[in-house]
């Protein structure tokens, strides 16, 4: 019995089955059942609800499916099959069917099947058929970077596949029908399969390594048009500790890199070679001596294996070194042995390299304090009786009425021994006085001086107050390469006698003068340790003239030397000199002088106080590259031009229509400043246009 759409029958001989016809149209047998199927425009929801009935499933349509199916099979179905063939029917009508975890299947249109709850599927159930289903697959030796293009051209994007990679885990998501993605699996493992990893090391014996590598990259480099495979192009690179080439790639690509090193590898036709290094920071003199110290400790090292080998070398394989410095072009001309040249050209390429620089900053303190008090009375009788101090500044009294007396005019009589008529006749003459010694101690009275003189006594009464107070402050700064001296100096040349010479006759006298450098100096040495922190050994000094001796002047001189570590742009104080000198000096009559109030008319009191403080700091700054130069310098140069800008707005006394000179702007640190010259040419064409 049949119907319109399907049928099930039972098979002949089975006499207690009876046929049953049922609306699917399918056929099965007992024990086994079997379906057959045949749907003539038939609405694709009733498909799906007669399917799920035969095989006992719960599904759930989406809105969106409509239409009407055409589908008829001529062979008996299993279960398992029908079920896969129900999954084909739905795949090409355009709709997909979901299985979720608790059994339930949903059959949504394939381009919305991506972005439902699709289920995640591993390798050991990796499903089949046209479920939908998502899988991870882990790519081990390309890139998913470069995979994911070719995979997605294989996938059915439009039937809801969908193809993504994540770069940073090297791992591809698929998600699409279940045989579709296990197609695109399949690919993506045969096409990920680990190439000749195998690596050859070829130890030279006459080349050196770096120069070999440039030459064999330089022929089997691709001319950049993609013309040859990259696994085609072998991988070689330079060991130059043991002088050795490492090679990677495919085996034939590996094999003829080999062979071209081994041919390049050859021995020179004489026992040395001559190569000139051009430096471009050391200087060649001074890396002359550094290299034949090397070349020596080489060649020592050389003999002492040979001798321990017990062969012997001859005059021809022995071969000099020489190790010449042409000056002008800052150059080295080095003949040696193969061996002995690489050796010397390594340690070249790491001494001629960019120095860093340090900026060495100071700043120099001094605050000095003095203050002095001196009281003192002298007096004398013309009879001879004194009481006299010389204590301080006092002007003794002794000295001072001699001078006095020696100053007065004086009348001399004398007696005339001219004509005859007035031979013997008696005149008087006015002597004019000496003010020499008078002016020599009246110079040396500093503050008060009064004097009286009644009847035949005379008194004299000084008294002075000095205070003083001076504040020193400088601030130089040098800049030097790493480990290089530097010094400068702020300040004058002061002549110095150091011997003179007189014969009996005074006839040639002559003295020997020595200058002498006073002021602020600072020499430093600056040395870059590993990371940011610098060793300074500094010799800090401030000078100054004191004042006039018996003999010469007097000089003030307080110096610093020591080493110090300081961090990159941090502060560093390295000494305070605090001087505090406290004197008093009383002369006085004995006992006299120790009667209350009426003492000090018998005695002298000078006291003195002195408070020196000097402080300085030390600030380096690390200068590795020019940029940080530029920014260093462009600071101090708007700084002293700010100085400037300030001094032209206060004007100049006396000149108001004069400006005061002024360096040229500069606003951008990273290009030189104008030259002044241009400076100029530009303020005359604003003052032309103007």
Do not use: C
């Not at 016809?21 to 099965?28: D, E, P, T, Y």
């Not at 008319?601 to 408070?611: D, M």
């Amino acid at each position: 019995m049949t119907t319109k759409r399907n049928h099930r029958t039972t098979k002949a001989g089975l006499a207690k089955y009876a046929a049953l016809f049922l609306a699917a149209g399918l056929s099965f047998t007992v024990p086994a059942v079997e379906y057959a199927a045949n749907f003539k425009g038939t609405d694709i929801n009733e498909f799906i609800n007669i399917v799920g009935k035969n095989l006992n499933k719960t599904i759930i349509i989406d809105p969106n499916v409509r239409g009407n199916i055409n589908v008829r099979s001529y062979e008996l179905m299993d279960e398992k099959i029908y079920y896969q063939f129900f999954l084909n029917v739905l795949e090409v009508y355009g709709y997909a069917v979901i299985e979720m975890d608790s059994g339930v299947l949903k059959v949504v249109r394939s381009s919305d099947g991506k972005k439902a709850n699709v289920p995640l599927v591993k390798d050991e159930e990796k499903g089949n058929g046209d479920v939908l289903v998502t899988r991870v697959v882990r790519v081990k030796n390309v890139s998913v970077q470069e995979l994911g293009p070719l995979i997605r051209q294989f996938s059915d994007q439009k039937d809801g596949g969908h193809v993504t990679n994540l770069n940073s885990a090297n791992v591809m998501m698929l998600t699409g029908h279940a045989s579709s993605v296990n197609r695109l699996v399949d690919i993506i493992r045969s096409v990920d399969q680990a190439g000749d990893r195998h690596v050859d090391i070829v130890k030279l014996k006459h080349a050196t390594a770096q120069d070999v590598v440039s030459v064999v990259d330089n022929i089997f480099k691709d001319s950049g048009k993609g013309t040859i495979p990259e696994f085609l192009i072998p991988k070689v690179v330079a060991d130059e500790r043991t002088n050795s080439i490492i090679v990677s790639g495919e085996s034939q690509a590996r094999g003829r890199a080999i062979e071209l090193i081994k041919r390049l590898d050859g021995e020179l036709e004489s026992t040395g070679n001559t190569q000139v290094f051009y430096l471009n920071y050391a200087k060649a003199e001074e890396l002359v001596k550094v290299l034949q110290g090397v070349s020596k400790s080489l060649q020592e090292e050389t003999q002492g294996g040979a001798n321990a080998n017990g062969a012997r070398r001859t005059s021809s394989q022995k071969g000099d070194t020489s190790i010449e410095a042409h000056q002008d072009s800052n150059a080295l001309v080095i003949t040696a042995q193969p061996d002995t040249m690489r050796s010397l050209a390594s340690v070249i390429e790491k001494l001629d390299v960019r120095r860093a620089q340090v900026l060495v900053e100071a700043i120099v303190v001094e605050v000095f304090e003095g203050d002095g008090i001196n009281f003192g009375l002298q007096w004398i009788s013309k009879e001879g009786g004194m009481l006299q101090f010389n204590n301080g500044t006092s002007v003794p009294i002794g000295g001072l009425a001699v001078a006095a007396e020696k100053a007065r005019d004086k009348t001399i009589e004398k007696v005339y021994t001219g004509s005859l008529t007035d031979t013997n006749k008696p005149y008087t003459e006015t002597q004019v006085g000496d003010l020499t010694a008078l002016g020599q101690l009246v110079g040396g009275i500093n503050g008060l001086a009064a004097g009286i003189i009644r009847n035949d006594w005379g008194a004299i009464v000084q008294a002075v107050s000095t205070d003083t107070n001076s504040n020193i402050l400088a601030t130089p700064s040098v800049t030097t390469m790493d480990n290089e001296e530097a010094s400068m100096i702020v300040g004058q040349e002061v002549p110095i006698i150091t011997g003179s010479t007189a014969s009996t006759t005074n006839s040639n006298p002559f003295q020997t003068v020595e200058r002498q450098e006073v002021g602020i100096k600072l020499k430093v040495t600056p040395q870059i340790n590993d990371g940011d922190a610098v060793q300074l050994t500094i010799e800090q000094e401030v000078s100054s003239v004191s004042g006039a001796t018996a003999v010469d002047i007097s000089i003030n001189k307080r110096a610093i030397s020591t080493t110090v570590i300081a961090d990159d742009g941090g502060m560093v104080v390295l000494g305070g000199l605090i001087d505090e000198d406290v004197q008093e000096s009383v002369s006085k009559v004995p006992i006299l002088g120790d009667i209350p109030v009426l003492g000090h008319l018998f005695k002298s009191t000078s006291t003195s106080k002195r408070k020196r403080n000097l402080l300085v700091f030390i600030r380096p700054t690390i200068v590795r590259d020019s940029t940080r130069m530029n920014e260093l310098s462009h600071g101090k140069y708007n700084f002293i031009r700010g100085e400037q800008v300030k001094q032209r707005e206060d004007g100049i006394d006396l000149m108001p229509l004069t400006d005061s000179p002024m360096l040229p702007e500069w606003n951008d640190k990273l290009t030189l400043p104008p030259t002044y010259e241009e400076y100029l040419k530009q303020q005359n064409d604003e003052q032309h246009n103007d």
